[in-house]
């Protein structure tokens, strides 16, 4: 009998937190390593929400709490949800968590069978892939495409579900690309579903980065349409927006008191509940009124971020990158880059197995951090199915400019090293099994 049980062979990781060991060896080395493996914002916590939260320490509230999480949080978070989305869901249906990736795993067991189709945005966050696996479901991925800017439509929809169809995942602003869906967009896929999909599919709304728009854009969600309120999980939290990552705030709006319960009594499996004395800090980050200017100044910073990364990357050879509407990611198209560098043959002449593991843009993305000391992320890091010969990295503007400007400079320079790209395969090749690409 096998140790490990077979469903863990389905459960896939986020790799922007895997390849730290890959930076702690460039570390070690006595590298300097310019990150933009990892979504989380540059900033602090803002000094008030700070305070309200060690107020609530120093009064001794510190102990166990309602697994939905506190009224008074779940009371804000419904006021923010009714005066955002349009639609009044009330505390009840709100259900608090550790960060904005529980509502995920939770919704996947919650609605999902062995078996049912989950349709899923690709690229996409990569929990979705990996939780729709482990739950046994089948994986419907997607595809978004850069000439499009990275949103679909109705009619893509329309392609992908079927009468098996149990979840249908949004992500708007997108993470890795920045994509939005527009209110337009958003109206005829719920058209769609109302005309296709039975009562009880469900919508996974993921709009954790819906305060991180740029261009005068305001935030969209399915929910505000006509018949979705009663079908979408609203999921989002505070790690982006409010800069609040190690926090681990998170929550989820649910249709119905009766799938809130079922959240709740997951909550009370798992982690029994997200601290009071932070969650008291999680509403006040919507009712206090020096929050807002603390958000806009962050948001504003990252729009001039990628005013500057997106023509300075499509200014390095081989690079292409759309201008992201949100979030704070860059997603250059690096298949060009990849030529020029000899990426592809290399890659071809990889033993099978390994030719099966690595990507292109995977050994690229390797060779920038090694050689150059840049992390950034691949293409199969949001989502593997059917990413076969799409070359794309991810690049967080969530660094300082400096740092940005630094990082692209060294972008710029690997891009020219065909000798240093050669090099550093016949190096890693000659590792046999230690190497990188085994």
Not at 108 to 113: C, D, E, F, H, P
């Amino acid at each position: 009998m096998a140790l490990i049980a077979r469903r863990m062979r389905h459960l896939g990781t986020e790799n922007a937190f895997r390849l730290g060991d890959d930076i702690q060896r460039c570390l070690d080395r006595g590298m300097d390593v310019i990150r933009f493996n990892l979504g989380a914002p540059d900033f602090r916590s803002a000094p008030h929400l700070n305070r309200v939260a060690s107020d609530a320490l120093d009064a001794g509230r510190s102990g166990y709490c309602d697994p939905a999480g506190i009224l008074p949080f779940r009371q804000a978070i419904a006021d923010h949800v009714r005066r955002t989305r349009g639609i009044d869901p009330g505390p009840e249906r709100v259900v608090v968590t550790p960060g904005a990736k529980p509502p995920i795993g939770y919704t996947l067991q919650t609605y999902v069978n062995e078996g049912d189709e989950v349709v899923y945005p690709s690229p996409g966050f990569p929990i979705y892939e990996s939780w729709v696996r482990f739950v046994g479901a089948v994986p419907v991925p997607l595809h978004l495409s850069d000439e499009r800017d990275f949103a679909f439509n109705a009619d893509d929809l329309a392609a992908l579900v079927t009468e098996r169809t149990r979840l249908i995942i949004l992500c708007s602003p997108s993470n890795p690309t920045g994509g939005v869906l527009t209110r337009g967009e958003l109206a005829g896929i719920a058209e769609l579903i109302r005309e296709r999909c039975r009562p009880d599919v469900r919508i996974y709304s993921d709009e954790i980065y819906e305060q991180i728009l740029f261009d005068g854009l305001t935030h969209e969600s399915i929910a505000s349409h006509p018949g979705m309120e009663e079908r979408t999980v609203i999921a989002s939290g505070h790690s982006k927006g409010f800069a609040m990552t190690g926090w681990r705030l998170g929550w989820a709006v649910l249709p119905t008191v009766e799938e809130a319960a079922i959240f709740k009594r997951i909550n009370i499996n798992i982690m029994s509940c997200v601290p009071p004395f932070l969650q008291e800090a999680g509403a006040a980050a919507y009712e206090d009124p020096a929050s807002a200017p603390e958000v806009r100044r962050m948001v504003g910073e990252f729009e001039e971020r990628r005013n500057w990364i997106v023509p300075a990357l499509n200014a390095v050879p081989g690079m292409t990158c759309r201008t992201p509407k949100g979030a704070f990611y860059v997603f250059p198209d690096v298949s060009a880059m990849c030529a020029g560098l000899g990426v592809y043959e290399a890659h071809a002449a990889l033993p099978e197995a390994a030719r099966q593991r690595a990507t292109p843009a995977g050994m690229l993305q390797m060779f920038l951090l090694y050689r150059y000391g840049v992390a950034t992320m691949d293409r199969a890091s949001f989502g593997r199915i059917g990413a076969e010969g799409q070359d794309f990295l991810r690049l967080s503007i969530a660094n300082s400019m400096d740092d940005i400007r630094r990082g692209v400079a060294r972008i710029a320079e690997a891009a020219t090293d065909a000798p240093g790209f050669a090099e550093f395969c016949r190096e890693e090749a000659a590792k046999g099994d230690e190497g990188l690409f085994p």
